[in-house]
Nanobody, 129 residues
Framework: QLQLVESGGGLVQPGGSLRLSCAAEGRPLQYYSVGWFRRAPGKEREEVSC????????YYTHSVEGRFTIFRDHAATMVHLQMDNLSPEDTGVYFC??????????????????????WGQGIQVTVSS
């Protein structure tokens, strides 16, 4: 069982930045595809970004392209989501998810939606002045 823990959320003003981190307790994430998803108030959960296993390809949903960056740390123990130029529309609960054995082509063609294996509890991000 893979337990994922998110950190780094909080309250930030529009135009500000936050960095979310996803860690797997007691296990490196190097061989897992990892994605970030969010659920805005009153909306369904949507994919935000994901990265393939072993530092594979990345995907970003259109609304965050050029503002968010997903990357792994050098030790491959965590996956981060750097969020810049945040807007109120980015407000929501952000979830980290991981999936083992997912090919890069499937990851990209599914726009991260094939990441269904393990989920974190979620962390709140609020963008407000």
């Amino acid at each position: 069982q893979l337990q994922l823990v998110e950190s780094g959320g909080g309250l930030v003003q529009p135009g500000g930045s936050l960095r979310l981190s996803c860690a797997a307790e007691g296990r490196p994430l190097q061989y897992y595809s990892v994605g970030w998803f969010r659920r805005a108030p009153g909306k369904e959960r949507e994919e935000v970004s994901c990265i393939g296993s072993s530092d594979g390809p990345t995907y970003y949903t259109h609304s965050v392209e050029g503002r968010f960056t997903i990357f792994r740390d050098h030790a491959a123990t965590m996956v981060h989501l750097q969020m810049d130029n945040l807007s109120p529309e980015d407000t929501g609960v952000y979830f980290c998810a991981a999936h083992y054995g997912l090919g890069h082509a499937d990851l990209l063609s599914s726009r991260c939606r094939r990441i269904t294996g393990y989920w974190g509890q979620g962390i709140q991000v609020t963008v407000s002045s």
